[in-house]
Each structure stands twice: as structure tokens, then as C-alpha cells.
């Protein structure tokens, strides 16, 4: 078919018009994904590796951490959940060193001596660390150590063996607790840095409330007066 001059010169004012439009739009410029929100189970990243702190990890946590294809730590003590676990395995997801338990401060120590199942469900109660020890003489140099910043509940056999050696100490009001009744009188009074008891009589929400009530109290009452050397006050 033969094109008259008319035609060329149209199909041309077309082509140079189509190529002026398309140089008026502007490079695309490349859209970058959005940042990973942070989710309630709490995230971190470090490079590659995403920090979960969630005690309960699951696939739809893991899907708004966009952990795919990288490293993840967890809390000690999360659980993964079985969703979460296939998730995993799905998308190459490699499980690192696990983050410790955060640090919690602690009210006092129990220094048992043998053993005192019911000492140590009350300590857990009450937010007190356990710590086993020999004899009543390791009892009582553990608490001599530790008296300085924590309170100190000692579990023996000779109880008041212990609150002897201790009270050798001016810094040091240990109180010997033959039996569970009545005990809050004397802790209101003196507000003993050291408690010595043995375990026998002592039920789990009796040892609860001792602690309780000795994690309450710092320093010794206003009225509290020291005997100085030559026995006067």
C-alpha cells in the first residue's frame, strides 16, 4: 500500500509525540518496604537477628516479626508453639543462643540446711531465693555474708545455734523462732535482719507471711537500742 505524504507526516507528528509524553514521567524510584511494627510479644533486631520477648511465640508473631530466612532469639522459658515450630521449618528460621530471664530483684534469701520442701515453695512464693548449705555453721557464715544487702531466713536443725554465732555481729539482729505462733509481734518489735527456725511446726502460708513481713521492714526500730562494749546501752 502506498502511503501519501499527508499520512507520513501524521504517523510522525504521532511517534514524536508518544516518545515527548513518555520522557515526561519521571523515573520510578524504587519503594522501600515498610518497617516491621513492633509486636505485643515485644521484638529487637540486631542485623539479622530478631529478638523475640514474648513468653508464647507463634506463627502469626513470628509472621509480624518478617523473621523469614533470618536468626531469632528467644526469651528462657518461651514457648513455641506448635504453629510456630512449622513456621520454622517453612521458612529457613534458625533459633539462636536464648536470651536469659530478665533480672528480678530479689527480697532476701532462704539458707536451708537439709531439707524443707515447704521452706521452698514459700521462698518461690515469696519472691525469696533458695540457697542449700551444709550445717547450721555454713548457714550461719552464708548469712553473715549476705545480710549486708539482702534479708536472710536460715533453716536448721539447731536454729538457735545459728542466732548465737550471728548476734557476735553489731550489724546483725537474728531472732530465734522456736514456733509459728505469735511471731509477728516479734518481728514488728525487732525487725530482724536474720530469722533461725527449724521447720518442723511451720506450715507454707505461716513461712509465706514471715517473709512477707520481713521483706517490709528496713533497718532496726526507732526505738531499738544496741548494747555497746561494757554492756551499758
Same mark, same amino acid.
Given at each position: 500500500?502506498?502511503?501519501?505524504?499527508?499520512? =507520513?507526516?501524521?504517523?510522525?507528528?504521532?511517534?514524536?509525540?508518544?516518545?515527548?509524553?513518555?520522557?515526561?514521567?519521571?523515573? $520510578?524510584?524504587?519503594?522501600?518496604?515498610?518497617?516491621?511494627?513492633?509486636?505485643?510479644?515485644?521484638?529487637?533486631?540486631?542485623?539479622?537477628?530478631?529478638?523475640?520477648?514474648?513468653? !508464647?511465640?507463634?506463627?502469626?508473631?513470628?509472621?509480624?516479626?518478617?523473621?523469614?530466612?533470618? $536468626?531469632?532469639?528467644?526469651?528462657?522459658?518461651?514457648?513455641? $508453639?506448635?504453629?510456630?515450630?512449622?513456621?520454622?521449618?517453612?521458612?529457613?528460621? /534458625?533459633?539462636?543462643?536464648?536470651?536469659?530471664?530478665?533480672?528480678?530483684?530479689?527480697?532476701? =534469701?532462704?539458707?536451708?540446711?537439709?531439707?524443707?520442701?515447704?521452706?521452698?515453695?514459700?521462698?518461690?512464693?515469696?519472691?525469696?531465693?533458695?540457697?542449700?548449705?551444709?550445717?547450721?555453721?555454713?548457714?550461719?557464715?552464708?548469712?553473715?555474708?549476705?545480710?549486708?544487702?539482702?534479708? !536472710?531466713? +536460715? !533453716?536448721?536443725?539447731?536454729?538457735?545455734?545459728?542466732? +548465737?554465732?550471728?548476734?557476735?555481729?553489731?550489724?546483725? /539482729?537474728?531472732?530465734?523462732? *522456736?514456733?509459728?505462733?505469735?511471731?509477728?509481734?516479734?518481728?514488728?518489735?525487732?525487725?530482724?535482719?536474720? !530469722? +533461725?527456725?527449724?521447720?518442723?511446726?511451720?506450715?507454707?502460708?505461716?513461712? $509465706?507471711?514471715?517473709? /512477707?513481713?520481713?521483706?517490709?521492714?528496713? *533497718?532496726?526500730?526507732?526505738?531499738?537500742?544496741?548494747?555497746?562494749? *561494757?554492756?551499758?546501752?
Amino acid at each position: 500500500m502506498k502511503l501519501s505524504a499527508e499520512k =507520513i507526516d501524521e504517523i510522525v507528528r504521532n511517534v514524536l509525540r508518544e516518545l515527548q509524553t513518555r520522557a515526561a514521567v519521571p523515573p $520510578t524510584t524504587p519503594v522501600q518496604p515498610p518497617a516491621a511494627k513492633p509486636t505485643g510479644a515485644g521484638t529487637g533486631r540486631s542485623d539479622d537477628v530478631v529478638v523475640i520477648r514474648g513468653r !508464647v511465640v507463634t506463627e502469626d508473631v513470628l509472621a509480624e516479626s518478617r523473621v523469614a530466612g533470618k $536468626t531469632v532469639s528467644l526469651m528462657r522459658g518461651a514457648i513455641l $508453639t506448635p504453629s510456630g515450630r512449622d513456621y520454622i521449618r517453612k521458612n529457613a528460621v /534458625r533459633l539462636s543462643s536464648i536470651l536469659p530471664e530478665p533480672e528480678v530483684s530479689v527480697r532476701g =534469701i532462704v539458707l536451708i540446711a537439709g531439707k524443707s520442701q515447704t521452706a521452698q515453695a514459700a521462698a518461690q512464693a515469696a519472691s525469696w531465693k533458695v540457697s542449700q548449705v551444709e550445717d547450721s555453721l555454713a548457714a550461719a557464715v552464708a548469712a553473715r555474708d549476705a545480710v549486708a544487702s539482702v534479708r !536472710v531466713l +536460715c !533453716v536448721t536443725e539447731d536454729p538457735s545455734i545459728v542466732a +548465737c554465732l550471728l548476734n557476735r555481729e553489731a550489724t546483725i /539482729r537474728s531472732a530465734v523462732l *522456736g514456733r509459728s505462733e505469735g511471731f509477728e509481734k516479734l518481728i514488728r518489735r525487732m525487725h530482724p535482719n536474720v !530469722v +533461725c527456725l527449724s521447720s518442723d511446726g511451720w506450715s507454707f502460708s505461716e513461712l $509465706t507471711r514471715l517473709l /512477707r513481713m520481713m521483706s517490709s521492714f528496713s *533497718g532496726p526500730p526507732d526505738s531499738w537500742k544496741e548494747l555497746i562494749p *561494757g554492756g551499758i546501752r
